[in-house]
Each structure stands twice: as structure tokens, then as C-alpha cells.
């Protein structure tokens, strides 16, 4: 069970980077940066899950504060994202929810390293 944790969160940590990436090169004019944003922002969220899920599966104890919390900015990161490429879709363009995606990322790897 450990090794599948671990690589549960292996994947967790690519979908951050993904996030972050997906940022930088939106504002760097890459045509797929929004894209890479949105799909690692719905991999954080559900690999966040199943990741809670599989401790909860090794009776880890939990604080489940911080994962309500984790949950509810995650939550924000992926309507951020969705909000901005529907928008992008239409010929908008919706650089403070993508910086706001970006910031909220930040505190979710806060959030699960000082709490």
C-alpha cells in the first residue's frame, strides 16, 4: 500500500506542476498553456481524493481540517481554470483567474507543508 501512496502522490505533485507550468507558459504566449493548467488542475482534485482515500484505506490518522481546507481551495483552483478556458473559448481573455489559480496552488502546497 505504501508504494501505491507514494505514487498517488507522485502524480499529485506532477498535477502541481502542471498548474504552475501551465501558468508560466500562458503568459509566455503558448497556445496549450491554458489547456495544461485546466487538466492539472482537475488531476490535483481528484488525485487528492483517491489519495485521502487510500489513507483512509491504511488507517493513517488524518486531520481532516487541513483536507477540508486543501479541498475547498482546490475547489477554487479548478473553477479558476474552467472559468478561464470557457471564457478563452468564446474569445475572452481571463488573466486574473489565472493568476488567481496559480496563487490558490500556491496555498494549497502551503497549506499541506506548514499546517
Known sequence: MELLIGFVVVLHFLGMASITGG??????GADRGLQLLVWGARAQLLLGL???GLLE??????????????LVVALAVVACA???????????AAPNLLNAAAAL?????AVAVLW
Not at 501558468?23 to 509566455?28: E, G, I, K, S
Not at 496552488?105 to 502546497?109: A, D, I, L, P, R
Open 50 to 52: 483517491i489519495l485521502v
Open 23 to 28: 501558468w508560466v507558459a500562458t503568459f509566455l
Open 57 to 70: 484505506m491504511a488507517s493513517e490518522d488524518l486531520n481532516y481540517a487541513k483536507v477540508g481546507v486543501k
Open 82 to 92: 474552467e472559468i478561464a478556458s470557457a471564457k478563452s473559448r468564446r474569445g475572452g
Open 105 to 109: 496552488t500556491v496555498v494549497n502546497v
